[in-house]
């Protein structure tokens, strides 16, 4: 069964630093998303990506963060200087629609 | 307020129950609606959509009102395995999705 993959699995960064976040979408799969989940708080959604843009972006993704599709298979999330509060789960997901989405395991971001 | 609201739980539930969970959601112009359980540290598995007609997938009912804005679930004969979070998830604009903050299920023998 095809599967959203994500690298690394654990990240763990000095405050100020520039991290990458990497995800591998399902092939046939036409529109990619971030979410970010906080230890014990609900999924938040960063961002929608579809036809090589953004198509959404919530309040949290501001100028420190950026997506890149940079070829046929992986889509990133940069965070340019991650702060404290950026420590939290990131979740890719993708979906072949803008409906069900199917996620991958995550990248847990540690910022010492 | 919040754009979508789940009574956090924990609903405690003997195997073999019946359980069901409400989701309210705040704007009308809602237009795609999911249920995803997610397990301790794990993702957000999908578990079924939500139809304005209401759709059934095994012991899973999912039912949406969209005069009272709230979507339900219900889950029949209950396993262990049930034990997670089940998460309510909205769509606006189509691309833009919102979660609640789940609701948690356990399951005891």
């Known amino acids: 069964e095809p599967e959203v993959t994500q690298t690394p699995s654990h990240q763990v960064t000095q405050m100020g630093q520039e991290v990458i976040l990497r995800c591998v979408p399902i092939?046939?799969?036409?529109?990619f998303y971030w979410y970010r989940q906080i230890l014990g708080q609900k999924v938040e959604f960063l961002v929608s990506?579809?036809?090589?843009?953004?198509?959404?972006k919530s309040e949290i993704f501001d100028d420190q963060f950026s997506v890149e599709r940079p070829d046929g298979s992986n889509f990133t999330l940069k965070i340019r200087s991650t702060k404290l509060e950026d420590s939290a789960m990131y979740f890719c997901?993708?979906?072949?629609?803008?409906?069900?989405?199917?996620f991958g395991p995550g990248t847990r971001l540690t910022v010492l | 307020r919040k754009e979508v609201e789940q009574d956090p739980g924990p609903f405690n539930v003997p195997e073999g129950a019946t359980v069901a969970f409400n989701c309210t959601y705040s704007?009308?112009?809602?237009?795609?609606f999911f249920w995803y359980r997610q397990d301790c540290r794990k993702e957000p598995k999908l578990l079924m959509s939500?139809?304005?007609s209401g759709n059934e997938d095994g012991r899973f009912t999912a039912q949406l009102n969209r005069a009272s804005q709230y979507i339900s679930l219900l889950i029949r004969d209950s396993k262990l395995s049930d034990s997670a979070t089940y998460l309510c998830?909205?769509?606006?604009?189509?691309?833009?999705?919102?979660f609640g903050s789940g609701t948690k299920l356990n399951v005891k023998p």
């Open positions: 092939s046939n799969h036409l529109y």
């Open positions: 939500v139809y304005s």
């Open positions: 704007n009308s112009a809602s237009q795609s």
């Open positions: 997901a993708s979906s072949v629609r803008d409906n069900e989405q199917f």
């Open positions: 990506f579809y036809n090589n843009e953004i198509s959404e």
């Open positions: 998830v909205v769509t606006y604009n189509f691309n833009k999705f919102y």
